[in-house]
């Protein structure tokens, strides 16, 4: 028997559709909380040592955190070559803005305390806001517009085009999706600042969090009421072999109302995941309220996860579906790389994921404690 046969290609598909959503949830969880923190900056902290100490909370993780972001975009380049094609050349003036927001963040970091002004510091405090809102906005807008159909379509001889515009992605469901993904990332990152930081910014941290908290669940709902009542979803009308050729023209598919719900209704332990995006965030806002800062941040990541959760289990086997032409939407039985190439970026995977989990544990293991006023005072120890 060769090698890779050992796990067979269905069961390797599925594993994959997993990992992609693992890695984009560990995104979300760790790098999320420092979008938020950027995002809340300019709100939370009024003088300059007091945005100090909010930097400084992140200043030091933010690079681990991103890894997450490159092992999701691996992920999808080596494990779902026709997702990476479409999403990566139809969305690249919004991915054009969001690697824009996201390079303010280093050179914020390093920049804005090397000189004295106020002038200038202040408008690096604006940068890394920039680098934390647009982010935070731009994959919510993305989420939503998967949801609705991404128009693009692909010729017999596998020749993928999108047709959309930039402009066609900011729609009103989808802007919706990317004010729930700004308020859940205020809220994990507040949470995270109530964790890190003494008051005064503690104090107005865990305000913001509650109200961000409660508009999450709020705009969530919305989101998922919009969703059932005018956002039509796609379904299989011919069958597909889970381990078959990774060609998505090789089956049919239509829109069709509620189809998003359908998961749901077969498997009704499934209602679990979006019952922990309504309830999770309130959960969260009764931590923050309760000054109960840890269990805050992990009811905070908890939401994110079933939030970002409820998506893939609404779109199974769903992964972009096309709305000019919905036979050619892709699926995870039909747009996967070769059963080898799986087998052998599982074997990484297994390798390096532990590795990985293993240094981040650490770091934050070291890193662990309060960011305090009077330490960047006296500049003991840290470096923003």
């Known amino acids: 028997m060769i090698l890779h046969e050992l796990i067979s290609y269905d069961t390797l598909r599925v594993i994959w559709w997993l990992l992609l959503g693992v890695l984009l949830i560990g995104f979300a969880l760790t790098d999320g909380f420092d979008l938020g923190v950027g995002t809340l900056l300019p709100i939370v902290a009024h003088n300059d040592v007091e945005r100090r100490v909010v930097v400084n909370t992140i200043g030091p993780v933010w690079e681990g955190n991103q890894v997450w972001l490159i092992l999701g975009g691996g992920a999808i380049f080596a494990a779902w070559p026709q997702l990476y094609a479409v999403s990566f050349s139809g969305f690249y003036i919004a991915m054009f803005a969001v690697l824009f927001a996201l390079i303010l963040r280093p050179v914020g970091f390093k920049y804005r305390s090397a000189r004295e002004s106020a002038k200038w510091r202040n408008g690096w405090d604006w940068a890394l806001f920039i680098g934390g809102f647009v982010p935070s906005l731009i994959f919510g807008v993305a989420m939503g517009n998967v949801l609705q159909g991404v128009p693009f379509r692909i010729t017999p001889d596998m020749q993928m085009y999108y047709d959309g515009s930039f402009f066609g992605l900011l729609n009103p469901y989808a802007v919706v999706c990317g004010l729930v993904s700004v308020m859940m990332l ?20 865990r305000r913001w969090g509650i109200m961000a908290a409660v508009v999450t669940t709020v705009l969530y709902g919305l989101a998922g009421w919009a969703l059932a009542s005018f956002v039509d979803g796609y379904q299989l009308t ?3 072999a889970a381990n078959g050729a990774s060609n998505p ?3 049919s598919a239509a829109v069709t109302p509620g189809a998003w719900f359908e998961n749901y209704s077969n498997h009704g332990l499934l209602m679990l995941v979006p019952a922990l995006g309504l ?4 959960l969260a806002a009764l931590a923050l309220a309760a000054r109960r800062p840890l269990a805050a941040l992990l009811c905070s990541g908890t939401a994110i996860a079933a939030i970002i959760g409820s998506v893939g289990v609404s779109m ?6 096309s709305s000019i032409d919905p036979s050619a939407s ?9 059963h080898l190439t799986l087998f052998i970026m599982l074997i990484c995977a297994v390798i390096f994921m ?3 989990l293993a240094y981040t544990s650490w770091v934050f293991s070291i890193l662990r404690g309060k960011v305090k006023a009077d ?5 003991k120890g840290h470096a923003y």
């Open 238 to 240: 011919s069958e597909l």
């Open 316 to 321: 199974f086997p769903f992964i972009l579906p």
């Open 354 to 356: 532990p590795i990985i």
């Open 249 to 251: 023209l090789f089956k």
């Open 186 to 205: 205020v809220m994990h990152g507040a949470a995270w600042l109530v964790l890190k930081t003494e008051n005064p910014v503690s104090e107005r941290a």
């Open 375 to 379: 330490d960047i005072r006296n500049d």
């Open 330 to 338: 892709l699926t995870v039985w039909d747009s996967s790389s070769s």
């Open 279 to 282: 309830g999770a965030p309130l």
